[in-house]
């Protein structure tokens, strides 16, 4: 059956967000503030660990949600609003960190607030090893071990967990968020999974982590993957 | 059965099927041969409860909360799209109004041209009709009283009148 322009779609009726979105198509500012406070976090939360600044990260966020409200005259519900706005996220964010690695060709100096660069898997596993000293890890430091390594995933990898573990998606809207087939997506996050096991395994069974002295990175681990959009 | 689950009945690797497992996008038949594996290989419920400890950890990853001021800027930054795309709308109108009134003076200018030409045209033509019979309008009372035009022919080749012919020849 057709649906005509008086049919509510699926996701106008399952979604609240979706209804929402529409309102602000149709002019609603409260509407917009809305979505703004629903999603600014959850947002902020994505944003940050995957491109490792908290300044970054809410210029970001504000620039999607600016692209949002520029695109809601022509909005349709043609999937979840999570998935419509963090698909804007992830090429909000992908531009960013593709500028971000011209400048670092050129030798541009990082402004403040932007992350060091993501430590190469080989140093984190090696720092694993146990040859560095041991101390106690504590809950800061184990949060700072988790979070270098997630940075040291490739882009896409940390994309896609960020979504699978802080939005909850599944492997369907991960792959309609991504522009990628849900095979691998599944590749994506089986690796990205294992990577932060073979990091984060050693560490945790014998509460070591790396000495301050970390080595330069070396680069992400985008020359492991082989994933097939 | 869902499309999505059943592209995922064969996992390419083992990690990719307990990764699947542990994400619950396996089917029916999948998660029955996890959980047969599982219960007879030692190694792979190792290998299963390493992967699940790895992604607890990230529950060590913070959620960040926007501040007070986060909305009011957003918002502050759309009311200023909201205005760019009002001026933008409101010189288009303006623009559209502009060309709509140039059409219509170009069209009422050139119809007043178009009028001009013809009729200009139409009292040219009969200007000039009167002009070409002029001769014989002088004279047209003496021609009243010929009755053969072939009579005037005919002093005209005799050059009797050379003077009053030359006007009605």
Known sequence: MALTQSQPTHYELHDPDVRLMLQVRDGDAAAFTELVLRYQNRLLTVLEHLVGSREQAEDLAQDVFVRVFKARQRYEPEAKFSTWLFTIANNVASNALRSRSRRREVGVPEGNGADSAPLALDQLAKAASGFMPTRALDKAEQAEMVRHAVAALSERQRMALLLAKFEGMSYQDIAQTMGLSVQAVKSLLSRARVNLKEILTPYVERGTRPDEAESPPSGTSESQEQEQP | ?169
Do not use: C
């Not at chain 2, 990719?16 to 047969?36: F, K, P, Q, S």
């Not at chain 2, 607890?56 to 200023?80: G, P």
């Open chain 2, 1 to 169: 059965m869902s499309d999505n689950h059943s592209s995922l009945s064969e996992p390419t690797t083992i990690d990719d099927e307990i990764v699947a497992y542990l994400d619950g996008e396996l089917d029916t038949e999948a998660i029955a041969r996890v959980e047969r594996r599982l219960s007879e290989d030692a190694s792979y419920r190792a290998r299963l409860g390493q992967l699940q400890h790895a992604w607890d950890l990230l529950d060590n990853l913070r959620r960040t909360e926007a501040d007070d001021e986060f909305v009011q800027s957003t918002v502050a930054m759309v009311a200023v799209q909201a205005e760019q795309e009002a001026k933008t709308q409101k010189m288009r109108i303006v623009r559209q109004q502009s060309l709509a009134w140039l059409t219509l003076t170009a069209a009422v200018l050139l119809s007043i041209a178009a009028g001009y030409a013809v009729l200009h045209r139409r009292m040219t033509r009969d200007d000039r009709n009167l002009v070409r019979d002029l001769p014989v309008i002088e004279h047209v009372d003496e021609y009243l009283n010929v009755e053969d035009v072939s009579f005037l022919k005919q002093l005209a080749h005799e050059n009797l009148f050379a003077v009053e012919v030359d006007d009605g020849t």
